[in-house]
């Protein structure tokens, strides 16, 4: 059957315009300002608004603060117990599905990544409170598993009828003497995404957490992995990648985390961040507070992980490691090569469009440049302006009402623990030589002009988008998956990885060559149409003719 010829004739501005046409006056005028065509002149690219309230009614893929930081940041670690305070759905909905992946046997040997741990709120608890409810739950959860700590989530009515879960935590904490107990006002109405949910993380974790490790962590090239979460065993990738380098990760925040990982990350000499968006908070707190750098990394794509590997090895500057990163490097490739070479010939030339997250739709335009592939499009659910932009635009943000409520802490140098881990001067030579720290350029300088950059993107552009563009390949999440596909076009999970990957790392970048190959040159998509639609010809005749 011969395949529908594809007829791609589009123009940016009148991509734009026919998004925007079917709007009312407000919407569309709102919505203008978060498509982007994209200039591509480093850095100096038109402003994207971002970061900013949802438009009621226009079926977003945004999810709420409770998920950013209870589902995002907390979720992955195995021996924390994280109980959700809240009628029970959304701990239901939270329970496995985010493919964070943990090691069966871990520092404390305990793994509770597999429970849905709820006070499971009803009437009664919102009529008349829910903190004795809630002083319960921990202590059962204490008796039951004596963990190291307990970490507790509000949900929307928590906030609203005053529930003090601080007080709580702080009492059962104080009770137990062994079992580290705090709280997170996550409520889901806060800020306007997921974002404001990591914020909250970020700042209770390191408030409460980090710094408080007993154990010393004596590795030579110590590290943090920051904003890495191990979906599909990304992390046990990266992971084998820098232990055969001689590089220790002590902490990630929070693939695969634990509670002693996460206590010890002030004794780390390098912070590399992975998800800019969700993490740079503990990032810059830890250089403040204990004096350690950050640095960008990108172990998405083997050219980029070849290149944050190289990084890292700058950093610590000594000949040893700089020389067995080149021969892991070496090793490597050759697998990575082979893989490439064979699926080039069926990727190059095809077109992509990535709608995820706060870091993925940049991230992985380095896979897909590898592959020959060129993204059509690309935007954020939850990105703030420096993910786009860079984060030379973050003095001139500005926190608009809706984020006003999400709190700033205000973090000092340790009078004990604070040690600067390289002088001015080290630093200086190390940026003299191209190492950039504390330094993120964001999504729009990596995408070619002319390119479409949508933050917020509903299910009505996601379809007008794909029917306008004819799109290869459309990448997103669940929600979008099935309508998506039933356009004929060929969707990829990319925050479950559709239950693929790791896609991280040398190997992970063989999995995914071969995965996308195999969907985006799949016959299925040949089969859309009926054989009488594709070519309908009239072959009967009447016997009176
Ligand atoms: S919006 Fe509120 S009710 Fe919904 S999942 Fe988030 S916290 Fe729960």
Redesign the pocket.
Same mark, same amino acid.
């Given at each position: 059957m011969a395949k529908a010829q594809k007829l791609v004739q589009w123009e940016p501005n009148d991509v734009k315009d026919k998004l925007l046409a079917k709007y009312p006056p407000k919407v569309a005028r709102k919505r203008a300002k978060q498509i982007m065509i994209n200039e591509a002149l480093e850095n100096t690219t038109p402003t994207i608004e971002a970061n900013v309230r949802t438009i009621p009614g226009i079926i977003t893929m945004r %999810? +709420? #603060? !409770?998920?950013g930081c209870k589902g995002v940041i907390m979720g992955p670690t195995s021996d924390i117990v994280n109980l959700v305070h809240? =009628?029970i %759905? +959304?701990s239901f909905?939270?329970w496995l599905t985010r493919r964070n992946q943990t090691d069966a046997i871990n520092d404390s040997n305990a793994n509770f990544i597999t429970y849905a741990m709820s006070t499971d709120m009803q009437d009664s608890d919102i009529i008349f409170g829910g903190e004795k409810k809630l002083a319960a739950a921990i202590q059962e959860a204490y008796d039951l598993f004596h963990p190291k700590a307990i970490a507790i989530f509000? #949900? +929307? =009515?928590v906030g609203l009828i005053g529930d003090d879960i601080h007080a709580v935590a702080k009492r059962m904490k104080e009770q137990f003497g062994d079992c580290n107990v705090f709280a997170f006002s +996550?409520? %889901? !109405?806060k800020g306007v995404s997921q974002s404001a949910g990591h914020h909250i993380a970020n700042n209770q974790v390191f408030t409460h957490v980090v710094g408080k490790s007993e154990t010393e962590k004596t590795d030579k090239y110590k590290i943090n992995l920051l904003g890495e979460y191990n979906i599909g065993g990304d992390g046990f990738e990266i992971d084998r990648i820098l232990e055969k380098c001689g590089i220790k990760n002590i902490s990630t925040f929070s693939g695969n985390a634990t509670y002693d990982k996460f206590a010890s990350a002030n004794q780390a000499d390098l912070s590399c961040v992975m998800c800019h968006r969700s993490i740079n908070y503990v990032a810059d707190m830890l250089e403040t507070k204990y004096g350690i750098p950050w640095i960008k990394v990108n172990f998405i794509g083997a050219e980029a992980t070849a290149k944050s590997l190289r990084k890292i090895a700058q950093y610590f500057g000594e000949k040893e490691l700089i020389d067995r990163v080149e021969a892991v490097i070496a090793e490597e490739m050759p697998a990575v090569k082979a893989a490439q070479a064979e699926v080039y010939p069926r990727t190059n030339g095809k077109t992509a469009m990535l709608f995820v997250g706060g870091s993925r739709a940049h991230h992985y335009q380095e896979l897909f440049n590898e592959m020959g592939m060129k993204t059509l499009s690309a935007g954020y659910e939850f990105g703030h302006r420096d993910d786009y932009e860079g984060r030379h635009v973050i003095p001139t943000l500005k926190v608009d009402a809706d984020s006003r409520n999400i709190e700033e802490i205000e973090v000092e140098p340790d009078p004990v623990l604070y040690k600067p881990r390289k002088s001015a001067e080290e630093i200086a030579a190390l940026v003299k030589d191209g190492l950039e720290f504390k330094d993120y350029e964001g999504l729009n300088p990596a995408m070619e002009k002319g390119t479409l950059i949508i933050d917020d993107l509903n299910q009505y552009e996601a379809e007008k988008l794909v029917e306008l563009m004819k799109p290869d390949l459309f990448c997103a999440g669940i929600k979008e998956k099935f309508s998506i596909q039933k356009l004929g076009v060929p969707m990829k999970q990319l925050h479950s990885y559709d239950s693929g990957g790791p896609y991280a790392g040398f190997q992970g970048a063989v999995n995914f060559y071969r995965e996308i190959d195999r969907l985006v040159n799949s016959k299925v998509w040949s089969y859309m149409k009926a054989p009488w639609q594709e070519n309908p010809e009239l072959s009967a005749t009447y016997v009176w003719e």
């Amino acid at each position: 059957m011969a395949k529908a010829q594809k007829l791609v004739q589009w123009e940016p501005n009148d991509v734009k315009d026919k998004l925007l046409a079917k709007y009312p006056p407000k919407v569309a005028r709102k919505r203008a300002k978060q498509i982007m065509i994209n200039e591509a002149l480093e850095n100096t690219t038109p402003t994207i608004e971002a970061n900013v309230r949802t438009i009621p009614g226009i079926i977003t893929m945004r %999810g +709420c #603060t !409770y998920a950013g930081c209870k589902g995002v940041i907390m979720g992955p670690t195995s021996d924390i117990v994280n109980l959700v305070h809240g =009628p029970i %759905g +959304c701990s239901f909905y939270a329970w496995l599905t985010r493919r964070n992946q943990t090691d069966a046997i871990n520092d404390s040997n305990a793994n509770f990544i597999t429970y849905a741990m709820s006070t499971d709120m009803q009437d009664s608890d919102i009529i008349f409170g829910g903190e004795k409810k809630l002083a319960a739950a921990i202590q059962e959860a204490y008796d039951l598993f004596h963990p190291k700590a307990i970490a507790i989530f509000a #949900t +929307c =009515p928590v906030g609203l009828i005053g529930d003090d879960i601080h007080a709580v935590a702080k009492r059962m904490k104080e009770q137990f003497g062994d079992c580290n107990v705090f709280a997170f006002s +996550c409520e %889901g !109405y806060k800020g306007v995404s997921q974002s404001a949910g990591h914020h909250i993380a970020n700042n209770q974790v390191f408030t409460h957490v980090v710094g408080k490790s007993e154990t010393e962590k004596t590795d030579k090239y110590k590290i943090n992995l920051l904003g890495e979460y191990n979906i599909g065993g990304d992390g046990f990738e990266i992971d084998r990648i820098l232990e055969k380098c001689g590089i220790k990760n002590i902490s990630t925040f929070s693939g695969n985390a634990t509670y002693d990982k996460f206590a010890s990350a002030n004794q780390a000499d390098l912070s590399c961040v992975m998800c800019h968006r969700s993490i740079n908070y503990v990032a810059d707190m830890l250089e403040t507070k204990y004096g350690i750098p950050w640095i960008k990394v990108n172990f998405i794509g083997a050219e980029a992980t070849a290149k944050s590997l190289r990084k890292i090895a700058q950093y610590f500057g000594e000949k040893e490691l700089i020389d067995r990163v080149e021969a892991v490097i070496a090793e490597e490739m050759p697998a990575v090569k082979a893989a490439q070479a064979e699926v080039y010939p069926r990727t190059n030339g095809k077109t992509a469009m990535l709608f995820v997250g706060g870091s993925r739709a940049h991230h992985y335009q380095e896979l897909f440049n590898e592959m020959g592939m060129k993204t059509l499009s690309a935007g954020y659910e939850f990105g703030h302006r420096d993910d786009y932009e860079g984060r030379h635009v973050i003095p001139t943000l500005k926190v608009d009402a809706d984020s006003r409520n999400i709190e700033e802490i205000e973090v000092e140098p340790d009078p004990v623990l604070y040690k600067p881990r390289k002088s001015a001067e080290e630093i200086a030579a190390l940026v003299k030589d191209g190492l950039e720290f504390k330094d993120y350029e964001g999504l729009n300088p990596a995408m070619e002009k002319g390119t479409l950059i949508i933050d917020d993107l509903n299910q009505y552009e996601a379809e007008k988008l794909v029917e306008l563009m004819k799109p290869d390949l459309f990448c997103a999440g669940i929600k979008e998956k099935f309508s998506i596909q039933k356009l004929g076009v060929p969707m990829k999970q990319l925050h479950s990885y559709d239950s693929g990957g790791p896609y991280a790392g040398f190997q992970g970048a063989v999995n995914f060559y071969r995965e996308i190959d195999r969907l985006v040159n799949s016959k299925v998509w040949s089969y859309m149409k009926a054989p009488w639609q594709e070519n309908p010809e009239l072959s009967a005749t009447y016997v009176w003719e």
